[in-house]
């Protein structure tokens, strides 16, 4: 019988548990509203978005054709950063978690943008009449 080596066990095991955590933490977008921020998380994407420098919240059934600077595609998920080759100056990030339904359109900043969703559209929907209702509350005071 061979020695097993005790290092390279907890190195096989140690890179099985990134793979899990990476992929719990890719599996859906983790949204949070709080101190007039949206904090969003998916994976190696987070965004601090103050809701006071939204200027445009919208629904969209399409996102427009974008070019990936970095992220990955798998399924319905769509998660990077990606640029518009008629205004390269803006950064779109697209955390989508359902490709085939609706998304969350929001710019902020000069030139940020962020379409959102998740998997289930309910969730989706409420999310952004919650938003809208932040938004409106910032704009007022």
């Not at 990030?93 to 609706?102: A, H, I, S």
Request: charged share 25%; proline share 2%.
């Amino acid at each position: 019988m061979k020695k097993r080596h005790a290092f390279w066990n907890f190195i096989l095991l140690l890179s099985v548990a990134l793979c899990i955590l990476a992929f719990a933490a890719h599996s859906r977008n983790w949204k949070k509203v709080e101190d007039g921020k949206l904090q969003v998380l998916s994976g190696f994407y987070y965004l601090d978005v103050p809701l006071t420098e939204v200027y445009e919240l919208g629904w969209q059934e399409k996102v427009p054709y974008l070019h990936r600077s970095h992220g990955f595609s798998a399924g319905d998920w769509e998660k990077g950063v990606y640029r518009d080759s008629l205004r390269p100056d803006v950064k779109s990030y697209v955390l989508v978690d359902d490709w085939n339904q609706g998304k969350i359109h929001l710019s902020w900043g000069d030139s940020l943008q962020l379409f959102l969703n998740f998997r289930d559209s309910l969730e989706t929907r409420a999310f952004y009449e919650e938003l809208q209702q932040k938004i409106s509350l910032q704009s007022n005071e």
